[in-house]
Every structure is written in C-alpha cells, then in structure tokens.
C-alpha cells in the first residue's frame, strides 16, 4: 500500500497511471464524492492488492469468500467502500488479499454513544475488536442507570467486536461528580452493590466486559479507586469478562491536578486486565488553537505509562476528531 501526497497539478487519473490501478478503483477504496478535486497536501491510499475478484451477477458476498478461502470479514477489512454492508454489483472489483504479511497483532477498542448512526457504526465495526458503549451511570445507592443499547450489542456481535460497558460517575442529572466517586469508593456496602449490579447488567445485555472512566476523583481516594478496581476484575474474571480502565494523561506520578492524582498508573495498571491513556484533548473547543493531541505530550504521557505498566496492556486513545 502506497500513500500518494497529492503535488499541485495532480490528477487523480494521473495517480492511477502512476501507480498502475483503475481509475475506479481509486475512488472507491478512498471514497472520493468529487474525484476531480484535488488539495495540493491531500493523502490518497493507493491499494497493492495481491489477488483481487471483478462481482458478477449474482454473487455475494458469502459466495465469493467461501470461494476464495477468506471471510466475509476479511472482504469488509480490505473494501472499506463496502461500509461494512453487503451491497455489491457486476463489474465491482474487490480485495481479497495484500501481498504483505502481517507486522503482528494488535487490539482497537472504539468508543460510541448510543445515538451514534448507524451506518457510521456498521462502517467501523469490521476494524473493531472492542466498541466501548459510552456511558453508564450510577445513582449514590450504586444503582447502574439504564440505557437503550440493544442496536449497538447486536451489531458489534454480528461482526465479532466484544461489547464493553464503560461506567462512568455520571448520575441522573448527566453530569460527572467526583463527590459521586468518593460516596460509593468509601462506603463498601454501596460499593458492593455496585458492583452486583454492573454484574448483573453485563449478564442480561451481552457486555464481554467494563471500562471504568472515573474522573475527577479526591486524592485521598487513589488506594481506594485501585482497590474498587481489584474487586471489580476478582468478581468478573470466574465470567470471563475483562476490565479495563481508563488513566488521565500523566507524564509523572507526581503529577497534581485534580483530574490525575488519584489515578495511580502502577496501582491501577495491575488492577485491571488492560488500561486506556486519555492521550487526547489538550487541544480542545475553549483552549489555544494546537492540536487535539500534540505528538511531543502524547509520547510523554506513553514513556511514563510503560514504565510502570506492562505494554501489552496499553491502549493508547487517539481522536478522530476535531475542533473548530
């Protein structure tokens, strides 16, 4: 696979004689609405397919993986013009392998409100090995607020993505409370109830798992967070569920500030089963114009992490979005 820096004067034919692939198939596989406008800058992906296969009439999807000794998986892995459905036509021309072996393997994890369309879901979902549904609640009786999630469990099961529940200290006003944390962190039968309870729904609506997110927590909580952690990943592990939790982006630990000092990254990281560094939103909608997630912070905040949490735990978050 080629990435083509567009140069003043390009065209997007002139890429394709360049790179030796149809015209067409140029555009789908970078999903190009006006294929004659081009930005000086602009990144084109330029697919090196092994083998590909031209759609006749009459085929599926199903068919030609069987055929071909792939999946209908691999297929929406290596056509994201399919947008993970299984619309196809005649003459349509179709990855089924890259010539390049695998570097190794890795986890992605993605997050979604439950309102998310649809059609962007199904798009992402064939990349996915963990959606994380964002987010649960509780109230201060360690009752898991409910929400209307059914659509996105079954899809992330139907392409073979885990489900993650991620509980947050969001109440039933929709705001996150630290003085919520601290309630159910330091009274063990609130917090033992919380603990069946996030059970329980895991149980009846699919979840593979959770993703704590509690932010803000007092400082004087940080043995308390790792030890409710613990106590979690004790209770889920006999299901076979995983625990991850979510660290703010600490480059130290000492670090002050509210929103790190009570996540203590070796405490927490040998808690639970895999953390995620929150290595995004320096740059964001009331900051200095900079990036969402400068390169220099976010290597500092991973140089910190790997030194006291083993690597093969991390998920590093990266944005895939942007303020005006």
Not at 151 to 166: D, F, G, H, T
Not at 301 to 306: C, E, I, L
């Amino acid at each position: 696979m080629v990435i083509h820096v567009v140069q003043p004067g390009d065209s997007l034919y002139r890429i394709a004689q360049m790179h030796g692939v149809p015209l067409p198939f140029l555009i789908q596989q970078n999903e190009l609405r006006e294929p004659a406008r081009l930005t000086p800058g602009q990144t084109i992906v330029v697919p090196q397919p092994a083998e590909t296969y031209l759609v006749k009439r009459g085929d599926t999807l199903g068919n030609i993986a069987a055929q071909h000794g792939t999946t209908v998986l691999s297929l929406w892995q290596n056509n994201p013009q399919l947008g993970g459905t299984d619309r196809i036509y005649p003459g349509q021309m179709l990855v089924l392998s890259y010539p390049t072996p695998k570097l190794g393997a890795f986890a992605v994890n993605g997050y979604a409100y439950p309102n998310i369309d649809p059609r962007v879901l199904r798009k992402t979902l064939p990349y996915l090995t963990y959606l994380s549904v964002f987010s649960y609640g509780f109230d201060r009786t360690g009752r898991i607020l409910p929400q209307n999630v059914d659509l996105l469990i079954r899809m992330a099961r139907q392409y073979q993505v885990k489900p993650l529940l991620v509980l947050t200290t969001l109440g039933e006003d929709g705001q996150f409370s630290g003085e919520r944390a601290h309630l159910v962190l330091q009274n063990p039968s609130t917090r033992a109830a919380l603990i069946e309870n996030l059970v329980q729904t895991l149980e009846n609506q699919g979840y593979a798992g959770v993703d704590i997110d509690f932010e803000y927590i007092p400082p004087e909580d940080a043995e308390s967070y790792a030890a409710f952690i613990r106590e979690v990943r004790a209770r889920l592990e006999p299901l076979g569920k995983i625990v991850m939790v979510a660290l703010a982006p600490k480059t130290s630990a000492g670090q002050r500030g509210l929103l790190y000092e009570a996540h203590d990254y070796q405490m927490l990281g040998e808690a639970a089963d895999y953390v995620l560094l929150m290595t995004y939103e320096w740059g964001y909608a009331l900051s200095e114009p900079m990036a969402v997630a400068p390169i220099n912070k976010v290597e500092q905040v991973v140089r910190f992490a790997t030194s006291v949490i083993p690597p093969e735990k991390i998920f590093m978050g990266i944005p895939n979005y942007g303020y005006d």
